[in-house]
């Protein structure tokens, strides 16, 4: 078994005042938030090296996950990043601003807009995802590749529930 972390030392101090409780979602949930706190801080360095916020990643990322010409509509953009519409229309604002995205017309309904990535948008969003691999792995560097795949099974079960929220 791997060294103890912090996690033991709070369980410890819980058992000690409340042996009546079972603490086993503490011993998974409060690892969970301490590792989310790591890769937070890990995803905002890799986005600041390419000069992006999180939020201006979530929306370039979805465009480029759409595949070439890598453009989707607001409504899409919405259930991709789950914000509300009064929030993508002012981070597609944004985006535009900086050059990163275009608006144009969506050719299948005259009303439509289609958000499109640019050229520049593009090695942005390639760029940052690069770093966010590289900071994810070394995040994971202890973990042989047999056991990130257990564990990324295990998180899916508990994940799975919510993709219907």
Do not use: C
Request: glycine share 6%; charged share 30%.
């Amino acid at each position: 078994m791997a060294g103890r972390d912090e996690v033991d030392a709070l369980i410890d101090a819980w058992a000690h005042e409340r042996s009546d409780l079972d603490l086993g979602p503490v011993a998974v949930f409060s690892r969970i938030s301490r590792l989310g706190h790591h890769v937070d801080r890990a995803r905002r360095a890799a986005f600041t090296a390419h000069d992006i916020e999180p939020w201006e990643f979530d929306v370039l990322a979805a465009l480029r996950r759409a595949g070439a010409p890598y453009e989707l509509s607001p409504g899409r953009l919405l259930r991709e990043t789950l914000v509300t519409s009064g929030t993508m229309t002012n981070r597609v604002d944004r985006l535009a601003a900086r050059g990163l995205v275009e608006r144009h017309p969506d050719p299948s309904d005259r009303r439509g807009v289609l958000v499109r990535l640019t050229p520049e948008g593009k090695d942005a969003v390639d760029g940052a995802f690069s770093a966010l691999l590289d900071a994810e792995r070394e995040l994971l560097a202890d973990l042989p590749a047999a056991d990130q795949q257990v564990l990324a099974g295990l998180l899916r079960q508990l994940l799975v529930p919510f993709a219907e929220e």
